[in-house]
């Protein structure tokens, strides 16, 4: 199970920091990736981070402004949002896998929603 927690609405230049907890997976085994999805477009893979010690992925979109980290003793991981803007406006999920997760992957959260607004 995946459980995101953490979105809200937040005003453009500001932080939030969403949490997926999971149980029934090992993140020194399992990869968490992070996805947001608007209505009407594609689902986008904004980070990932393995179950090894590997730099996290970042879409471009979020270099830079996001950061994806693990607490292995919490079964939790982290996407830390800085500098928000409108556009990162959307559901974002959590997702698990043995690799980084792709949209084909089976276990996901339910989503939480962010919104960015002033």
């Known amino acids: 199970q995946l459980v995101e927690s953490g979105g809200g609405l937040v005003q453009p230049g500001g932080s939030l920091r969403l949490a997926c907890a999971v149980s029934g997976f090992r993140l020194d085994v399992h990869a968490i990736g992070w996805f947001r999805h608007a209505p009407g477009k594609e689902r986008e893979g904004v980070s990932c981070?393995?179950?090894?010690?590997?730099?996290?992925y970042y879409a471009n979109s979020v270099k830079g402004r996001f950061t994806n980290s693990r607490d292995k003793a919490k079964n939790t991981v982290y996407l830390q949002m800085n500098s928000l803007k409108p556009e990162d406006t959307v559901v974002y999920y959590c997702?698990?896998?043995?690799?980084?997760?792709?949209?084909?992957?089976?276990?996901w959260g339910q989503g939480t929603q962010v919104t960015v607004s002033s």
């Open positions: 981070i393995s179950s090894s010690d590997r730099s996290p």
């Open positions: 997702a698990a896998d043995y690799g980084c997760p792709t949209g084909e992957s089976t276990y």
